[in-house]
């Protein structure tokens, strides 16, 4: 039965009013969301070139970050801290920042060498100082302390830029996986941080949250990390290496195969560049020839059922200049400045997928990690290609800003929880960059 028109409607429950209060807040934090992300889309976003200045400007890649050192001495960061740890340096404390533009780390403009690992990061200064920040559960800061006793995994982490090992003769800085390593002055090698695989090549698998020397050598010249492994060159053009072997790769922690100490590769004194990542080590020698070897090597340039323990020489070139890369492929540069991506072949195929990346050739430096494949330019600008650090998918935007809002109301969500989707462009693009007094 219809009531009549001038009926006396009756009051409204007070669980009525919550739930239609509840309701238009989040039409409204949609209706806020959609508009913001439009919006953002039409505005400019910062300036291309990086500012001026003497130093030949630097890149490192991390898991989902990356870091630049500018010409100015200046260190810029962006990507993301999808792991709730502050690897971006800029002083932010809910370690949950997405930045897809290179946003100032400080006001510092010393700086002469960085290094981005998986969740932390080290960088020097000019006077030869050590600094550190980002995550710190197993000891990789070097400050002397764990995350929790015992190393476990703990809230112990830095936001900003903060001393690390004391000293002013630090001459050269590379952030692991977990773990970290720093040549001196005088030529001998430092580790500390995680050492489950003797990656510190230390002589034992116990973790140190202070550095450690590497054996009794005063000739290294550069270091290399990935994942449970490192490599270096000395000074006579010898090849080291050290941590999880080339024949177990990552598999197995605290294993006899593994390397305690750094272990010569070859006889050969004529290697240039270095690369390590899981299960794979890359070299380039003074003739150009690129050689391969390790537990995932056969993926890449042979059978994948031979996976040579020594180095083996991939394909026939001889132009090679460099090489980086993680798990997911290699980044090789040619003395031409052409760069290209060695991808490993899927299933039982054998020999890598070599492609020529859209990149500038006159780039200074470069980096890769994860399917981000990033270049500076002699114009200052840095350019990337592939997976896109610091960009959610407009999906994962407005699942943040939802789970947010129902998080304020006291409702319960599995929002959070989502994997991210990771965006990727096909065409190479220009990180742009905002000076630290622009929004």
Request: aromatic share 10%; net charge positive.
């Amino acid at each position: 039965m219809t009531p009549p028109p001038n009926a006396i409607r009756p009051p409204l429950g007070l669980g009525t009013l919550r739930f239609r209060r509840r309701t238009w807040c989040i039409i409204a934090v949609v209706a806020v969301l959609v508009g913001w992300l439009g919006w953002s889309r039409l505005m400019p976003a910062g300036r291309l070139q990086l500012p001026a200045g003497p130093l030949s400007p630097k890149i490192s890649l991390g898991r989902n970050h990356g870091l630049v050192l500018a010409p100015d001495g200046s260190l810029w960061s962006w990507g993301g801290e999808d792991l709730g740890w502050p690897a971006l340096g800029r002083g932010d404390t809910n370690g949950r920042n997405f930045s897809p533009e290179l946003g100032r780390v400080g006001s510092d403009k010393d700086w002469v060498q960085i290094s981005a690992g998986q969740d932390h990061n080290l960088a020097l200064k000019a006077d030869g100082s050590l600094w550190a920040w980002g995550a710190n559960y197993r000891g990789q800061l070097g400050n002397g302390q764990f995350g929790r006793a015992g190393g476990t995994a703990g809230l112990a982490m830095e936001h900003r830029p903060v001393p690390s090992a004391p000293g002013h003769d630090w001459a050269q800085v590379k952030a692991g996986s977990v773990c970290s390593y720093a040549i001196k002055t005088d030529g001998t090698l430092w580790g500390w941080g995680l050492n489950n695989f003797c990656q510190l090549g230390i002589g034992s698998w116990i973790d140190s949250p202070k550095p450690v020397q590497v054996g009794t050598a005063k000739n290294w010249t550069m270091i290399r990390a990935g994942g449970v492994s490192a490599g270096g060159i000395q000074s006579d053009g010898s090849l080291w290496i050290w941590g999880g072997s080339p024949k177990l790769g990552n598999t197995k922690p605290q294993s006899p195969e593994n390397l305690t100490v750094p272990i010569r590769v070859s006889s050969d004194t004529n290697w240039v560049d270095l690369a390590v990542t899981y299960g794979l080590w890359a070299a380039v020698k003074s003739d150009g020839t690129l050689w391969e070897w390790g537990r995932e090597a056969g993926h890449f340039g042979g059978s994948p059922y031979a996976s040579p323990q020594i180095p083996t020489r991939i394909g026939d070139g001889a132009d090679w200049r460099s090489v980086s890369g993680d798990k997911d492929g290699l980044l090789l540069r040619k003395r031409d400045g052409s760069r290209w991506r060695m991808r490993p072949w899927a299933n039982d195929a054998a020999g890598g997928d070599l492609s020529l990346l859209p990149l500038p050739t006159n780039s200074l430096g470069g980096d890769t990690a994860f399917g981000a494949f990033v270049v500076l330019t002699p114009a200052r600008e840095v350019w990337a290609w592939g997976t896109v650090l610091g960009e959610r998918s407009s999906r994962d935007q407005i699942f943040s800003v939802i789970g947010g809002g129902l998080r304020s109301l006291g409702w319960q969500n599995q929002l959070d929880d989502l994997q991210p989707t990771w965006v990727h462009r096909d065409k190479p693009w220009a990180i742009r960059n905002r000076p630290p007094k622009e929004p």
